[in-house]
């Protein structure tokens, strides 16, 4: 069997997960490849599409949804995408595959393209905007509801691009009937609420991890590696875009940490950031501002470099830095939302707090950097919950027979969306 794995960039969170399932792919014995529109093809068997015109072409189609997204006002800060057709579509037609495996495709494939593979498709769903408008995460239950002028968000103005985009999203997709995966029981609870994909199966299955890279280092060497000191508990926070996504939860972190450094935790704990850029302290601590670390080698390092971590999201779906960290030994204190609970077990593999909480984010993190033993009875838990859940080779069995039941049903599901 070929799976053709399609994603809009090779190195985003969604763009490793999608790597990390082609591998995942490959080592079950099935023919793998991955297409993406960015990237680097730094792993066999992944073919780039965007060329130096087709970046140009690319950066020009982005500024063109801008400035048309700019004319609604919706008063939050949720990252869109139009749908408009990509130049994926006539690629994966020319590879013919058995399975097409979608990822997070938005600039690669289009809302109306997807009828047209002409090929059984799975789906991973990386965030909502599968069951959405444009939006990629809402709070509003307008995917639930359905988007009608009369549910916007209080205030909203300017034409209503989320609604426009679902309708065209319901108009196409009445001929498309992808098997569904999501990497959560949060992100499967929506997709089963919502209109847009109503009483179809979903499966829930985690991201795959190769558990053999991602584990423990020395950490003395790891700290010396990004010239860290020796003799501080070290607290890691960061993401893409780490400090400028609300939905990240920074600005929940920051107000923990002036209620830490009131309690006098700066004087044995530091903070170390990556995903951002800056200098000098933050809220009293002193913060070693990384910027984006360039591999995952050099992540793995960083994970066993530090102490504890904190993932203050307000809305995620399954965050590959948690897992990720949690496989390497670090124990985290994460915001009891979206896929996080999935992976940290209150008390057990990890602590949770109420997302959007900073008394509560500072509390958990006070009993992390207050007890080293509870920090190493967690460390072992998590390693061990990463090993049962994420292993790239028991992920990769489950996609081999979830494949295997596409490509059998997909004739009754072409069928039943033609009639």
Same mark, same amino acid.
């Given at each position: 069997m070929y799976v053709l794995h399609a994603a809009t960039h090779e190195h985003s969170g969604a763009g490793r997960a999608a790597v990390r399932s082609h591998a995942a792919t490959a080592k079950a014995g099935l023919r793998s490849e991955l297409l993406v529109l960015h990237g680097s093809a730094a792993e066999p068997g992944i073919e780039v599409l965007a060329g130096p015109i087709r970046r140009r072409v690319d950066y020009?189609?982005?500024?063109?949804?801008?400035?048309?997204?700019?004319?609604?006002?919706?008063?939050?800060?949720?990252?869109?995408?139009?749908?408009?057709?990509?130049?994926?579509?006539?690629?994966?037609?020319?590879?013919?595959?058995?399975? *097409?495996?979608?990822?997070?495709?938005?600039?690669?494939?289009?809302?109306?393209?997807?009828?047209?593979?002409?090929?059984? *498709?799975?789906?991973?769903?990386?965030?909502?905007?599968?069951?959405?408008?444009?939006?990629?995460?809402?709070e509003l239950a307008r995917p639930r509801?359905?988007?009608?002028?009369?549910?916007?968000?209080?205030?909203?103005?300017?034409?209503?691009?989320?609604?426009?985009?679902?309708?065209?999203?319901?108009?196409?997709?009445?001929?498309?009937?992808?098997?569904i995966v999501c990497s959560s029981r949060w992100m499967a609870a929506e997709v089963r609420a919502s209109l847009m994909f109503a009483g179809r199966e979903v499966h829930i299955l985690p991201n795959p991890l190769d558990t053999s890279l991602y584990r423990a280092q020395d950490r003395?060497?790891?700290?010396?590696?990004?010239?860290?000191?020796?003799?501080?508990?070290l607290l890691l926070f960061g993401a893409w875009e780490a400090l400028t996504d609300r939905r990240k939860g920074f600005h929940v972190l920051s107000e923990a940490l002036r209620l830490l450094q009131a309690r006098g935790f700066a004087a044995e704990a530091d903070l170390v950031l990556f995903g951002a850029t800056g200098a000098g302290p933050l809220q009293g601590f002193n913060t070693h501002w990384l910027g984006v670390i360039p591999d995952e080698a050099a992540m793995r390092r960083l994970y066993s470099a530090c102490d504890l971590l904190a993932i203050p999201s307000l809305q995620d779906n399954l965050p590959n830095i948690l897992a990720e960290a949690m496989a390497c030994g670090l124990p985290a204190v994460g915001s009891d939302t979206g896929g996080i609970p999935d992976l940290i077990r209150h008390g057990e593999t990890g602590l949770l707090a109420a997302p959007g909480d900073a008394a509560q984010l500072a509390g958990r993190l006070e009993q992390l950097l207050r007890d080293a033993a509870l920090r190493s009875r967690i460390a072992a838990a998590a390693r061990a919950a990463i090993e049962g859940a994420c292993d790239e080779r028991a992920v990769g069995a489950r996609y081999a027979d979830i494949y295997r039941q596409a490509a059998e049903e997909w004739p009754r599901r072409e069928s039943g969306t033609r009639h």
């Open positions: 020009l189609r982005q500024r063109a949804e801008l400035a048309l997204l700019s004319l609604q006002d919706t008063g939050d800060s949720a990252y869109r995408s139009l749908g408009f057709r990509g130049p994926g579509l006539a690629r994966i037609r020319e590879k013919r595959p058995d399975i *097409v495996h979608l990822h997070w495709i938005p600039g690669l494939l289009g809302i109306a393209d997807l009828p047209d593979l002409e090929r059984p *498709v799975v789906w991973t769903f990386h965030d909502q905007w599968p069951i959405c408008g444009a939006e990629h995460y809402t509801l359905g988007y009608t002028a009369d549910n916007r968000a209080p205030g909203a103005r300017g034409p209503d691009l989320d609604r426009w985009t679902w309708q065209r999203k319901r108009a196409h997709w009445k001929s498309f009937a992808p098997t003395a060497a790891a700290r010396a590696a990004f010239g860290l000191p020796a003799g501080r508990t």
